[in-house]
């Protein structure tokens, strides 16, 4: 959570006020390049891919909403980033990150010996040699909307208490 908020450049910040919750919530629901609830739970609403939104407008500023949007991969939500680690002993591994404590991670991946169902795997923090912060398969949806659309999708996920 170290890193800068980048949607408070100013090119962003026209996002962050205003808006129209109905639009937004037509475009989280139904906008073909955005494709929110492709991904996303509200309420019931939705898919499982990426965290449940209900009560996100209770959670967090507007900018950290907006900045969710334009730089998913800046703040992910445990459960949900894909973290590559390259052990001492030269094993690479990558998955879901879980979970974390002062002396390992959780990783949630593959099962080797039964396709397509995962395990969670405990690396020590003591055997990581290299880590890759969480990155989300979210796209950057600054690219995939225009400001107005985000600030209408801001207003809606404001609302969601």
């Not at 949007?69 to 390259?86: E, Q």
């Not at 879980?98 to 390992?104: F, I, N």
């Amino acid at each position: 959570m170290g890193r800068e908020i980048r949607a408070r450049r100013p090119a962003y910040r026209v996002c962050l006020d205003g808006g129209d919750k109905a639009a937004g919530q037509t475009i989280f629901l139904t906008h073909a390049a955005g494709q929110c609830s492709k991904c996303h739970k509200v309420g019931g609403t939705g898919a499982e891919a990426g965290p449940d939104l209900k009560g996100v407008g209770t959670r967090g500023k507007p900018e950290y909403l907006l900045e969710s949007l334009v730089n998913p991969s800046a703040i992910v939500v445990p459960g949900y980033g894909i973290t590559l680690v390259t052990l001492k002993d030269g094993e690479s591994t990558g998955g879901t990150l879980v979970k974390e404590t002062a002396e390992a991670i959780t990783l949630k991946l593959p099962d080797p010996d039964h396709a397509g169902q995962l395990i969670e795997r405990v690396i020590p923090l003591a055997d990581i040699a290299d880590r890759q912060p969480p990155i989300s398969a979210m796209p950057p949806m600054g690219i995939l909307l225009k400001k107005s659309e985000l600030r209408d999708v801001i207003a809606y996920l404001k609302s969601l208490k």
